[in-house]
């Protein structure tokens, strides 16, 4: 990775800390929310692509974030002036603690059994979303009564969207370090060559298991913010889609990178909510880039320059 | 098609008595017109629509200018694309959304942004009751889940019926509508001896249907989407002879077309019916059946009706948008001769109106050649509220209908 | 609740489970073979439903619905596999989100195509109604579905167990790479595999489509299920598949009926345990 790479990535946070203020009101919010969805794709990048741990339940974290953001709000009014910060740990602490639960079960599985392992868990929190109306509200969900206000006014959404770049950034930075340390390099180890890390010594159950609790946390920030940013939670952000959707974000940005995953999540939000609001078939360009990604694009959009770099060379 | 921006200009239909000052009046349209509603979106519009269309898209001199987005049956989605409708197309009125959780996702937003929203569609009962307050640009043109079933009780006392099984799908609408109607009937003398809740979506009643009892006098059902397909066809099967009463959505002309004679003889209760036999339904119907060829349901109404409150209001104003909070008044003084019959909005700005006990008959009507499926109108209650003939001071202190509201006393 | 009750409620689990075997074998047998994991098979299910009713329409026959829904989706699937899948290689990951892509493709063409209007398949009147035995009323119907599967049931298990290109399918599922070295064609074995299973979930679509009605979003409703079903009785057992569904049938009435507050997490929690426990499901094998 050359210096290009992290003076690129600031630049590019830098444009969008300048520019969006400056987008109609209905683009900060879709910035904004591919902001949060990109944390939740970052942490699924953790988990897919250093460790080599295809989920389909990162929803379930993100819900868990949110429903506990919600009920705090709306039944107790906790979090809505500074104890937000309290709300925001609690969220992470939720994910994570959640994710430390389900990973009893499904670290045991590898594969296309971690895959089913993960798509059952996940469904198992939209059931309870669901059904469970003495505390979720079942299918009505929940309202926020607004957003927080701390010496800030977060109802204001450019406010908002600062406040989400600045997790973004943190989430991004704290990620970053994760990966490149001893323990990252480890889990890369694991997904080339499990049986050799484990013949080498490491508890390769034991780091796995650490980088889905990790994603758990980070699921849950995500959904402390989703809930805030749309002032209402219902079992519809817990659904099977959702999840394959932040599959789709890595592997479309470029499993293994990051900030790749951040870059999908922009595509993948752009298509749903921004396409849907100029044409009739955007169903068919999403089912469409998932297709014709998966195909041709194997290390998404970030493996582009090098797959050019190959081609030219190959070329010459 | 879906994606309409459409600027009629008025001078396409000879428009006589227009003001030269052509105002322009932008109205704003949530309906999923994709994923699994997709269709009920596509009949909203369409009843919408036809209005516009009707009246040349022209509102007693305002040009309108109709913009539908998609909120593929998902709160978030919707509030989103309200927010876009507002701040960016500058929309004056956003108006619809489906379900009972877009209700109350949008309410707040009207709140939050200043605009008026007008739910043609979401019946949650407590947007216009216990929490009226916090939405003071909200109004309601459809109805309340429980209105047709307060008077749909008493009707069922009237015929005789003393103890009901009810069955109805598992979420906020179904419980309210199970729940006006049980608090209806059991103040008149009846008795709800059993309450079955099939989950939302459930798609084989195998486990329910056995478990009603068999000395009931009549079953009162409710359900929605497909399970209102199968449910009748199941009950059927399962060698059901006693008589079948249901909340409105049941056999609303949404699922009546694809249903079999299963279910001719069964009774519901709503404020509209497609058999109405008026001559402004019957006009409505022939209409909107030649344009889209399906006979419309209450979906497709309640927006052709919104419009036409909508379209009054802009009369009186000479087309004059007169802003957010005084439109929300001269709407709620609004009377219609709408085509479910006379509409006007109570202080809490719920329509009171007529409520049809129709019942599925195998017929040919409006001079159609082929024997259908109708929902003949068989009683009219007139002049129906949010509230009926409860107190509303009363009817508020008690808790909104639920699962366990009106708890059940006679449970055997 | 009496032994009536207990009756039908059986009957009702067991015909549940019937139509769920129709939709669970073609996935079991494709991850079997094939190990993909085909997120786009409740689309085959719902698409068979929604071919079958244009059959009708065109010609008015149920009974040519049947086949002509089933050999339709079963093309579809081959195409899907020749075309898109097989370039993948063994990559659940990719394949997983291939084949959602395709399901989000089906399911906006089947609105386009047919619209969004909730159906239903009527069968012939021979098979409506219902038996009466003693106290009990067991719609004809219901019967119909349990025969068909059985009968369906039988034929794959005769297929698989008597026939060589049974045995080639058996040698496929057990070790694919001794299968190439002997010789067997694992990828046009592949290639038929993907297309009975389509076959078959079509044709469970259109059984179902007298039961359940056909409409939008069934497509993702019932496919959690059929995994629960392939999950719990084993991934690439046939025998599985029935075992599975026959257990989630009549857990998931018996659950309803009991126990209404959890209807959905009686359905996922025992997937997650079984998962959890002995990932290859009951029957499996690794």
Known sequence: MTMRKPAAVAAVLIALAVTTPFAGPYPILLITQALVFAIIAMSLDLLLGYTGLPSLGQAAYLGVGAYLTAILASRYGFGMDWTFWVVVPLGIFAGAATAAFFGLFAIRASGVYFLMITLALGMCVWGLAYRWNSLTGGDNGINLPGRPEFGIQLADDVTFFYLVLGFFILSLAALHLVVRSPFGRSLVGIRE????????????????????????????????????????????????????????????????????AAIGAGVVVFLREYLSTLVPWWQYVLGGVYVLTILYLPGGLMGIPERLRRWRSATQ | MLKRRMTLMGLAVGMAATPAAAQELRIGFLAPTTGIFAQVGKDMVS?????????????????????????????????RKAEKLVRQDKVHIFIGGLLAPTGYALAPVSTRLKTVYIASVPAADDLTQRDIAKYPYTVRTGWTSSQPSHPFGEWACEQGYKRVVTIGADFAFGHEVVGGFQKAFEGCGGRIIQKLWPPLGTKDFGPYIPQIKQNADAIFTLMAGPMSLQFPKQLAAAGNRKPVIAGGTSYDEFVLPSMGDEVIGHVSALQYSAAIDTPANAGF????????????????????TSAQMIHEVMEKTRGKWPGAAQFVKLISAVKVDAVRGPVRLDEMRNPVQNIYIKKVEKRKMFGYEKDELWNTVIKTYP?????????????LKQPVYSRDYPPCKFCE | MDAKFWLIQIFNGVSYGALLFLLASGLTLIFGVMRIVNLAHGAYFMLGGYVALSVIWASGSWLAALPVAALAVALVGLVMERVFLRPLGFDPLRQVLATVGFAFLFQQGALDIWGGDPLSIDPPAVLTGS????????????????????????????????????????????????ARGVGIDTSRVSMFIFALGAFLAALGGVIGGGFLGVYPGLDFEILPVAFAVVIIGGMGSLAGAAVGSMLVGLADNFGKALFPELAYFSLYAPMVLILAVKPTGLLGRE
Request: no cysteine; hydrophobic share 50%; proline share 3%.
């Open chain 1, 193 to 260: 060559r499990e049986l050799r890390m484990r013949v080498l010594g490491y508890n390769t159950w034991l780091h796995k298991y650490l980088a889905f609790v990790i994603a758990g946390g980070f699921g849950g920030l995500a959904g402390v913010l989703l809930a805030h940013l749309n002032g209402l939670v219902s079992p519809e952000d817990v659904i099977l889609t959702t999840s394959v959707d932040v599959l789709l974000m890595v592997v479309l940005g470029g499993s293994g990178t990051l900030v790749g």
């Open chain 2, 47 to 79: 009843g919408f629509q036809l209005w516009l269309d009707e009246s040349g898209g022209n509102f007693g001199g305002a040009k309108v200018t109709f913009i539908v987005e998609d909120t593929e049956g998902k709160p978030p989605i919707a509030v």
């Open chain 2, 285 to 304: 119907v022939k209409k909107y059946r030649e344009k889209f060829g399906k006979v419309p349901s209450y979906y497709s109404e309640t927006n052709y």
């Open chain 2, 383 to 395: 002049n129906v509220g949010q509230f009926w003939k409860f107190k509303k001071q009363e009817f």
């Open chain 3, 131 to 178: 038996l009466i035995v003693g106290e009990l009323h067991l719609p004809v119907y219901r019967m119909f579905m349990i025969a068909s599967a059985a009968a369906i049931g039988l034929v794959l298990w005769l297929a698989i167990e008597r026939t060589r290109l049974g045995a080639l399918v058996r040698a496929a599922v057990d070790d694919a790479e001794m």
